[in-house]
């Protein structure tokens, strides 16, 4: 006769081999794309060397960047064929369609060189840091595509090919910002939510309103807050606010980057009062 204790290990057998064959089962059925690997994009140079940081739009979409290797994942599609644009400052860029195919493979992209080819050189040495990637721009965009940060990349590739004819143009339509005319016809951008406005930053530098950084009314609120509105009127003060167009002209920007919560921000560009978030201009040569 058989035990309680055999009888309650004899289920527990059984449920053990049930669980075991529905976990072959799935496995059968799961289908073949969920373990498949990622195919990588990898754009590299007329003289095929990595192209670090390179500005990569599919089907045009928002665009991602390469890494310092030059690579880029496309994801574990297969069977689709990409309409692709691929960019980056001091070469041609390359446009056309990339066929995904069966297995995980590497897909190359060349972009010849612009510049003018001279004699060769030998040069011995480290590679030298462009002064984005000092300010670590393109890191903090890395970390955005891996989902670590929530903000909007500008490089120096979408600016060039954009041709703005004012700093506020490359905010035109950005997430979470929203933009409006002062008294006398500056632009001024407020956060999400449109309660105050954002904070800009200069290559890492605060600017300031004419009435200066940090000051308080009368009643201790913070000039941060947009001032109550004549009737009928969608204008704010220029005294109280930053003219995004008065302090930097488009031909010198070199990036932006945009958050439009503060809660979500680098240590690195954090700044007092940063609620409504942060504009971050950066300015230099693009080449």
Same mark, same amino acid.
């Given at each position: ?22 976990? $072959?089962? =799935? ?37 991602? +960047? ?8 496309? #994801? ?30 590497? =897909? ?35 970390? !955005? ?8 990349? %500008? ?69 941060? !807050? ?13 005294? $109280? ?11 010198? %920007?070199?990036? +932006?980057?945009?958050?439009?919560? #503060? ?25």
């Amino acid at each position: 006769m058989e035990t309680d204790d055999e009888t309650g290990g004899s289920v527990h057998r059984i449920s053990a081999m049930r669980a075991v064959f529905l976990t $072959l089962a =799935l496995g059968v059925l799961a289908p073949a794309g969920a373990f498949a690997q990622m195919t990588v994009l990898k754009v590299i140079g007329s003289d095929s060397v990595p192209v670090p940081f390179a500005w990569v739009s599919v089907q045009g979409g928002t665009a991602s +960047i390469a890494d310092e290797r030059g690579q880029l994942s496309m #994801g574990a599609s297969r069977h689709q064929t990409l309409t692709v644009e691929v960019r980056r400052i001091g070469y041609k860029p390359w446009f056309g369609k990339l066929e995904l195919l069966d297995t995980a493979t590497v =897909l190359t992209v060349m972009l010849p060189r612009l510049a003018q080819e001279l004699a060769g050189v030998t040069v011995t040495g480290e590679a030298v840091k462009g002064r984005l990637q000092l300010a670590g721009f393109y890191d903090r965009w890395l970390m !955005r595509q891996k989902g670590a940060l929530s903000a909007t990349f %500008i490089g120096p590739e979408e600016i060039e090919k954009r041709h703005p004819s004012r700093a506020s143009d490359l905010l035109q339509g950005v997430l979470g910002v929203s933009l409006m005319h002062t008294e006398r016809g500056g632009m001024v951008a407020k956060g999400t939510g449109g309660s105050c406005f954002m904070k800009v930053l200069l290559d890492g530098q605060p600017l300031c309103p004419p009435v200066g950084c940090n000051v308080m009314t009368t009643n201790g609120q913070s000039l941060s !807050r947009p001032p109550a509105r004549r009737s009928g009127s969608d204008t704010t003060s220029d005294a $109280l606010t930053v003219d995004i167009n008065q302090f930097v002209d488009p031909s010198d %920007i070199t990036a +932006i980057e945009v958050y439009a919560r #503060g809660g979500n921000m680098p240590i690195s560009l954090q700044v007092s009062d940063n609620a409504c978030g942060v504009i971050a201009i950066w300015t230099g040569s693009r080449r």
